[in-house]
């Protein structure tokens, strides 16, 4: 089955940065968008992040500037950099996979930015 598997998340300084990663099995992951999402405590899940198959990127306006996702084929990964991180980033951030009508979830990690 498809598994994607996020990694790279913890507790962070404000202004300080974290880099998360997202490997991906069982899928053609080159034909895939990839996609970060997150869900604050009370809030819904909101897209962060989104690198198609092509490498056309889009950014929440809340993370452009600060964030940089990237994807490497070849090691079927998905990277979020994260800099310059506010504690309204503080949420459960998400792996997405997404073709057609076909979505893929990894169970999330935990980001918490705090003094």
């Known amino acids: 089955q498809v598994q994607l598997v996020e990694s790279g998340g913890g507790l962070v300084q404000p202004g300080g940065s974290l880099r998360l990663s997202c490997a991906a099995s069982?899928?053609?992951?080159?034909?895939?968008?990839m996609a970060w999402y997150r869900q604050a405590p009370g809030k819904q899940r909101e897209l962060v992040a989104s690198i198609a198959s092509g490498g056309i990127t889009n950014y929440a306006d809340s993370v452009k500037g600060r964030f940089t996702i990237s994807r490497d084929n070849a090691k079927n990964t998905v990277y979020l950099q994260m800099n310059s991180l506010k504690p309204e980033d503080t949420a459960v951030y998400y792996c997405?996979?997404?073709?057609?009508?076909?979505?893929?979830w990894g169970q999330g990690t935990q980001v918490t930015v705090s003094s």
């Open positions: 997405n996979a997404w073709l057609i009508r076909t979505h893929y």
């Open positions: 069982r899928i053609s992951f080159s034909s895939y968008t």
